[in-house]
């Protein structure tokens, strides 16, 4: 069945560093492919999404590629604030509206 | 303000003592969830409701009960809850459809001693 796997943390990294975390996928078809973040003591919010194969999501200054030959969509930031340290979670649809999302990725920023 | 809110965003409680957390949106969303969230696991879904009258079990129902008697609220009930739902509960909505996006609550952090 459809499954996400995401890359373990925690991820340190000083303010203005690049950043990627990995997430790949497995799934029937094309699905949609989203990122949510969580910041500290907030519920998910969604951060970007891509509903076809080579879209490319952004929002914030972040940006994930769908990439169906590799079947990944790795999440990446040029230039990271402080304001990002957050929890980062991959999500991948499955039946009706329901998700499965990856286990997360903690991500601090220190100035 | 598009929300959706949970309450209590805290709660101790001792093994056995019957307790709902409540959930309620403004969005008119058909589509409502809980999840917990615990270390290592990530988010894993405990049921859902696709509308009123409507509930089924997600990943990880034993244990818990719901209720979708209006559209606007989807209430979490423990009978008889037990230290291992220690957690960390999310609520969230969605219009129908598989894309759209969820929106979750603040989340409540509950502890059974």
């Known amino acids: 069945g459809n499954s996400v796997t995401q890359m373990e943390g925690p991820v340190t990294l000083s303010e203005e560093a690049f950043l990627t975390i990995n997430c790949t996928y497995t799934?029937?078809?094309?699905?949609?492919l989203f990122w949510y973040v969580q910041y500290p003591g907030e519920g998910l919010q969604l951060l970007l999404k891509?509903?076809?194969?080579?879209d490319k999501g952004s929002n914030k200054g972040f940006e994930a590629t769908y990439r169906k030959e590799t079947t990944s969509f790795h999440l990446e930031k040029g230039s990271v604030q402080v304001s990002d340290s957050a929890v980062y979670f991959c999500?991948?649809?499955?039946?009706?509206?329901?998700?499965?999302f990856g286990t997360g990725t903690s991500l601090t920023v220190i100035p | 303000e598009a929300q959706v809110t949970q309450n209590p965003r805290y709660l101790i409680t001792v093994t056995g003592k019957k307790l709902t957390v409540t959930c309620s949106q403004n969005?008119?969303?058909?589509?409502m969830s809980w999840y917990r969230q615990d270390p290592g696991l990530g988010l894993r879904q405990i049921y859902y409701?696709?509308?009123?009258?409507?509930?089924d079990k997600g990943d990880v129902p034993e244990g818990y009960k719901v209720s979708r008697k209006e559209k606007r609220n989807f209430p979490l009930i423990l009978e008889s809850p037990s230290p291992n739902q220690t957690s960390l509960y999310f609520c969230?909505?969605?219009?129908?459809?598989?894309?759209?996006?969820?929106?979750f609550g603040p989340g409540t952090r509950l502890t059974v001693l």
């Open positions: 969230a909505s969605s219009l129908a459809g598989v894309v759209n996006e969820q929106f």
């Open positions: 799934a029937t078809g094309y699905p949609s």
């Open positions: 891509a509903t076809k194969a080579d």
């Open positions: 999500a991948l649809p499955r039946t009706g509206n329901q998700f499965y």
């Open positions: 969005m008119n969303h058909e589509y």
């Open positions: 409701s696709m509308n009123v009258e409507v509930t």
